[in-house]
């Protein structure tokens, strides 16, 4: 332990060394302790859906709203549902992390429902969370649900019982819609040779088969806004029977034009006017049939105040308080760097010993500053679970970070080493760079060129990509294979050089 001995006499090389390893540590931990962010795992993500709801009148049937709400959410698909008897139970599981929201259907749900048009208050629905646990997974859970509820506000406001037939209703005006399209094709084929009064004749019909389909369609609206579902089956009857003239009026008026083609003669000139009125029908009828997906809840922007029978109630048991996962991995490449520039400027430059193995010489040298960067990954990685941030595989973590600042470190020797002083300032100018590139800012001029298709092979850039994969849950392997291979060739380098010195120096001693 020669190294050891000789900074352990020497008092000033011993408090410059510590301070080497300490600056960093209190670079990583102050930065981290005054900006902060949490951004959890975000997989598996399970919400709790917690229904006190009770049976009741609702729709001339006794039901369970909140049942048939918990069902819709268990079959969306987009979230994991479990369900818990008891809001108690599922707070807990929030505050363990073993689900990501809590959702609670009132008691007397149902019926506070079925007293909305006279009461017009509105229901609540508390949702629980805990971002200080996972923000990310918070904010995605939060924005599901939310969607969830404007599509179960706008199915209770049209009633759902009437949800199939109006369903079958609007694909049904998607197929007359389509039939409509064929004909205006059809007509366009024939138009320059039909007769005069068959095609009048058609105009006629169709049209006025367009305005019943229109004034059927405003029944239908004002029986779905009164919830009347006589009236909405009487108006789906009306369109029914519209839509079965319309196909044997059209089929007919076209046979009529198909027997008098031969003794007719052109008017290129009306077939711009049935292909206007043919174009009106196609139009009403989509027109109706969106209007039918609008009700149905397949587009959000039909979620207004007065449809909005559940609302949201939100509660956050535990809050933000610090930030620190995003950031972690570039503050670390930060003190990372700085501790291996510092350590690579306290570090002397020794005279070879021809009559020690180059290896020892290495070891003389390394065992402070190697020792002392573990040291120093330690107090950094510790430093976050001092700010209570949450992370996972904090060994993990350490390994990495103590592998990249032996790299860093031997990276700043080995060209110290080299060049002398001139090399430490060197290394510290390619270091800097590299943690400008990788953890601030990446040009994009330079991403197709050799320089940015190496980039994914440098230390900072595998130490970075390490510490977020660890973090957020991923592979490993290979960012800690490079880190690995760098500090290989860089200690045989350094190896290298000394071995090169000694039979430098004992050539010249031959020589004289």
Known sequence: MFGWQTILKNKHSLVKWLLAMV???????????????????????????????KPAQFEGEQQSVGAKLTDQFKASKKLAVKKYSSEKSAREALKLGQISSVIVFPNKMTQQLANFKSSGKNVNVKQVIATGNNQFATQYTSRVLEDLINEANVKLSMGISNDSTLKNLAKQSNSLADKTSDLQANLQAVGNAIDTDTAKDLQTDASDL???????????????????????????????????????????????????????????????????????VKNGQTAISNKLKSLLGDKSETTTSLTQMLTLNITDIKPVKNDGQVILPQVLAVGVTVMAILFGLVLPIKPEKPEALALEQWWDNFQIGGLLSVVGALLMTTSVLLWKIPITHFWFIVGVVILAEWIMLSFVWYLKQLFGQAGWWLATGISVLQLIIVAVSYPAIVQDTAFGISRPFWPLTALISAVNHITFSGEIQQNVMILVIWWIILTILLVSQYRFRQRKSLTEKIDE
């Open 23 to 53: 600056i960093p540590v209190i670079l990583v931990a102050g930065y981290l302790g005054a900006t902060s962010h949490v951004t959890q795992h975000a997989n598996r993500l399970k919400v709790a859906v917690v229904n006190l709801d």
């Open 210 to 280: 367009a305005t019943q389909l229109a004034t059927y369609s405003v029944e239908l609206n004002t029986a779905i806004s009164n919830s009347d579902t006589d009236k909405i089956k009487e108006a789906a009857a009306k369109i029914n029977d519209v839509s079965y003239k319309m196909q044997t009026t059209v089929v007919g008026g076209i046979s009529n034009i198909v027997v008098n083609l031969n003794n007719t003669q052109a008017l290129s000139q009306k077939s711009g006017i049935i292909q206007t009125e043919a174009t009106s």
